[in-house]
């Protein structure tokens, strides 16, 4: 049985020197609850670094997802400032194990959350939108994982990306939402397709972090999850996303 700490520092090591590691429940069984005292840990490592929590992440809201990975639950991750790529800023592969790509919403809180909220309460807790792309780079070998696995992986995070920030429309249903590789169409999706709304994913962030006291503050950022499936990235590319209603995001990954 590998104990908490040494599961965080091997995975902690493993994105440092993009060197995929055996997925742990190979081994071992282990609950949900010390996955998430996993994730806590590697933040901890994070954040020593000196890297600050920035916001969350949703994993799994989509059903294509779900099943792309054969898990059955969604999942939350946390942001450090480090995974933030700022406008025209590459993307290094080389410090990439597996890069994928996925088309996502995010939001901006304007006020600290302690408590669940139903998604019609949410609305309330956000000031801004935007189009953003997550890039996820599972420390497993193979991409595969339980769901306890990718938990204690901090969901896979690896870098995100947000287009401008817009003011909240009145909804966020039905919205078109296009991602490209170098100009040619690589994925198709609606904002339907995140837990049928994107504020419904918003909501399931704060029943989540409530239960694994993770900090929902003033500022941060919430990925809501992705609409499609995840795309391999094999070589240099621009990615863009383009969500009906909210503009654009791109990089570019060298
Ligand atoms: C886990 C992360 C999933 C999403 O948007 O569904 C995720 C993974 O698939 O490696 O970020
Ligand atoms: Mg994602």
């Known amino acids: ?45 994070r954040q020593e670094e000196g890297f600050p929590i920035v916001g969350v992440k949703m994993g799994f809201t989509s059903h294509a997802k779900m099943k792309q990975m054969g898990v059955k639950d969604v999942i939350i991750g946390q942001l450090t400032s480090d995974m933030q790529l700022n406008k025209r800023e590459p993307l ?12 996502e919403i995010a939001f901006r809180l304007n006020t600290d959350i302690y408590e669940p909220l139903t998604a019609n309460e949410v609305i309330n807790y ?13 420390r497993y070998e193979s991409f595969k994982f339980s ?61 989540l972090a409530c239960r694994y006291n993770i900090p929902l503050m003033k500022g941060m950022i919430v990925l809501a999850g992705a609409s499609t499936t995840a795309s391999f990235i094999r070589k240099t590319l621009n990615v863009n996303l383009r969500v009906d209603g909210l503009g654009e995001a791109s990089f570019t990954i060298i």
């Open 1 to 45: 049985m590998i104990s908490i700490s040494e599961k965080a520092s091997i995975l902690h090591r493993a994105a440092r020197t993009q060197t995929p590691v055996k997925q742990f429940s190979l081994s071992e069984n282990y609950s949900l609850e010390s996955a998430y005292q996993v994730q806590h840990e590697l933040i901890r490592l």
């Open 92 to 103: 290094l592969k080389a410090n990439c194990c597996h890069p994928r790509a996925e088309p």
């Open 126 to 138: 956000v000031d801004r939108v935007a189009a953003a792309i997550e890039i996820i780079d599972s």
């Open 147 to 207: 769901l306890e696995d990718v938990v204690s992986d901090n969901c896979s995070s690896c870098a995100f990306i947000l287009g401008q920030w817009c003011d909240v429309p009145l909804g966020l249903n039905g919205l078109d939402m296009k991602m490209s590789f170098d100009g040619q169409l690589e994925t198709e999706g609606s904002s339907d397709d995140i837990l049928d709304n994107p504020f419904e994913a918003l909501a399931a962030s704060t029943r």
